[in-house]
């Protein structure tokens, strides 16, 4: 069998991994149905357990459709979302929800901009498919593991917006934690279930670059350097530092 050979494009995806941002505010410049199946594509080619491939995608441009994925968002997870970050001192509040109740109607009108984007991808999953793999994959076990299939379902998600990034077009992960509502809106079949919603357009504002730790503070060498490891206060600092590094970004939404 001829060897492959590698394309070197290390720099390339240096390049657009930098360039790509989660985006919620979009113009409104059409996406093509080209590009949307281009994303979609790539996608597939993600890594999962034993090659299950538990996902789906539905392709959406419907105004409407998109119209009732906001109301969805807004009754079953926005809200849910504020009220339970308000139980953190607001020094650790995620930026997206650290305001004040009285302005809660105008705040997720401006958390809900990716509803005007052109197209959006709902990724789903049918998790029949994870008995595909070994049998200890299909679920967290008292070690507190991560499932396959949680983990698979990461994997689609970033080539997702890697691959609206390399069409020059931005996206977001629009996470929610209920079913009913967009399983309604979509017409989602049991067992399969929404995963996550990626808005797909071009940006309607720059976004300050990326912010991510230094290299050296995060690779050890032959063993774990416990030097390195977070303890007590150092960890709220930790949080303290995200937190502020997010807003600027969170706040041009």
């Known amino acids: 069998m001829e060897p492959v050979e590698t394309p070197h494009t290390y720099d390339a995806l240096m390049q657009t991994l930098n360039w790509r941002r989660s985006i919620r505010k979009f113009t409104d410049e059409p996406v093509s149905d080209e590009d949307l199946l281009k994303i979609v594509d790539a996608a597939r080619l993600a890594m999962s357990g034993a090659n299950s491939q538990p996902w789906e995608f539905i392709i959406i441009k419907d105004k409407e459709t998109m119209r009732k994925l906001r109301e969805v968002y807004v009754s079953d ?34 958390a809900t901009g990716w509803a005007d984007a052109p197209a959006m991808i709902a990724i789903c999953y049918d998790p029949r498919k994870q008995f595909g793999s070994v049998l200890s994959a299909r679920a967290n076990l008292a070690d507190g593991s991560v499932s396959v299939l949680s983990c698979s379902m990461g994997h689609v998600s970033m080539l997702t917006q890697l691959a609206a990034a390399s069409l020059g077009l931005s996206s977001a992960r629009i996470d929610t934690n209920s079913q009913d509502g967009y399983r309604k809106v979509l017409d989602i079949p049991e ?44 960890f709220l600092e930790h949080l303290k530092k995200i937190r502020g590094q997010g807003k600027g970004n969170y706040g041009k939404r």
């Open 77 to 110: 997870d926005y809200q849910f979302t504020y009220w339970l970050e308000q139980q953190r001192d607001p020094e650790y509040r995620h930026p997206y929800f650290n305001y004040p109740p009285e302005e809660i109607e105008e705040q997720m009108v401006r």
């Open 191 to 234: 067992p399969v279930r929404l995963y996550t919603m990626v808005p797909v357009g071009h940006r309607a504002y720059q976004p300050g670059p990326p912010r991510r730790f230094p290299l050296e503070d995060l690779v050890h060498y032959e063993k774990y350097d416990h030097a390195k490891l977070m303890k007590g206060e150092q």
